[in-house]
């Protein structure tokens, strides 16, 4: 009969065996298979670029729900007629200070049916209206009164009053909305990135590579949280710092292409932005409004601007704005306002990037509503100085 203390040794010892095996097995585990995107040899990689959506706007309203109807036909003919791979939701997909409810996630996945019903996978990152505070309606204290509010079963509406008119206001952080977006989506590869870049939250790296040869790397793509709603609209030192490391320890020698999201326009795009309707190398449709740039350069660009590999940056926020303009190396380059949410009654549209392989190509164009397409646009070509 074995004594306490050899009994003790024994659980240990299976303990620490046990602990080296899920290791080992956890070292095994593919995990790069969570943040790579894989292209068949011979084919081109297309990505459909949803920018501004604005869910939820209004919705004590009739108009406000239309428009998120209005919206998704957007997305249904684009994803229909185009195809794509790849789905990048560019910010606003929610319009948060017109939510009365806590969990703005029920506007969030309404945003992203289009692409998930139709198993297509998609990242995102947030704009300055994701997590924006709500904003009271100065209407709602004249006589006509606060209209009648109706906040769904699901949504946490804690304290109801008389008529149920008491709904919660807090809103949903950029953290909770991010992970609910994760929760129970396995066509996701949004990510909420490191914590030491708080208050920002959606700053992550994808890998694009070849079916046949995983150490194929054709582009690197990096999605940036540019700030605005919750905390002032910059791009921090830290996350420039961030993309510096990241970029050095994947790609040190600057070989592989690399493509950036984000939201709100770098105050270098006021530098290129088309002036008096001379557009000079610019190519786009709408060059009708100035550019609301972010409040600082905290250094990203002039990062970027050092690395031979990036090719363009794509952002949204300016919904009157769709086009590619050259800077030093780099394209500068719009979205399209997606949503009929938001200000402005321009067609919408959205923004599509085709990526081919050897040689790298990336080409883009704006597929509308309506169906029609144009400025279409090489990327990969040198970019020319204004």
Not at 48 to 66: K, M, Q, V
Not at 170 to 188: A, D, I, Q, V, Y
Not at 200 to 207: E, F, G
Not at 245 to 270: D, G, L
Request: charged share 15%; hydrophobic share 35%; proline share 6%.
């Amino acid at each position: 009969m074995m004594s306490p203390f050899h009994i003790s040794t024994v659980f240990f010892l299976i303990s620490l065996i046990l602990q080296l095996i899920l290791t080992v097995h956890s070292y095994n585990l593919p995990l790069e298979d969570t943040s790579t995107l894989h292209v068949k040899p011979g084919s081109s990689f297309k990505i459909a670029i949803f920018a501004d959506l604005h869910f939820g706007e209004d919705t004590w309203t009739d108009w406000g729900p239309r428009q998120d109807v209005n919206s998704i036909n957007v997305m249904s003919t684009v994803l229909d007629q185009e195809h794509p791979d790849f789905v990048v939701y560019l910010g606003d997909i929610v319009t948060a200070n017109n939510i009365p409810i806590q969990n703005a996630s029920l506007y969030w996945d309404q945003a992203i049916s289009p692409t998930k019903n139709r198993g297509i996978p998609w990242a995102s990152v947030f704009g300055n209206h994701d997590d924006m505070p709500f904003e009271w309606p100065m209407d709602w204290f004249s006589s006509t009164g606060i209209p009648p509010l109706h906040c769904p079963g699901n949504a946490s509406c804690p304290g109801e009053s008389e008529g149920g008119k008491s709904c919660s206001f807090k809103g949903t952080t950029r953290l909770e909305l991010m992970m609910n977006e994760l929760k129970m989506n396995n066509l996701s590869y949004s990510k909420s990135g490191p914590k030491d870049l708080w208050p920002s939250v959606s700053n992550y790296v994808l890998k694009l590579s070849s079916t046949n040869d995983p150490e194929l790397v054709i582009a690197y793509m990096y999605f940036l949280d540019s700030g605005g709603g919750s905390y002032p609209e910059v791009i921090s030192n830290a996350q420039a710092e961030w993309l510096n490391h990241t970029s050095q320890e994947i790609n040190p020698t600057s070989r592989v292409p690399e493509i950036i999201f984000w939201h709100i326009p770098s105050q270098a795009y006021k530098t290129v932005a088309p002036r008096f309707y001379s557009h000079k190398h610019c190519i786009g449709s709408m060059f009708v409004e100035k550019v609301a740039a972010q409040e600082a350069e905290m250094g990203m660009m002039k990062l970027l601007e050092q690395r031979s590999s990036v090719k363009a940056v794509f952002v949204g926020h300016n919904h009157g704005l769709d086009w590619c303009c050259p800077y030093k190396n780099i394209w500068l380059c719009y979205a399209r306002h997606s949503g009929y949410g938001g200000y402005g009654n321009w067609p919408r549209g959205a923004r599509i990037l085709e990526i081919t392989q050897q040689p790298f190509s990336l080409k883009s164009w704006i597929r509308m509503e309506d169906g029609c397409v144009h400025s279409e646009v090489l990327l990969s070509s040198s970019a020319r100085k204004e």
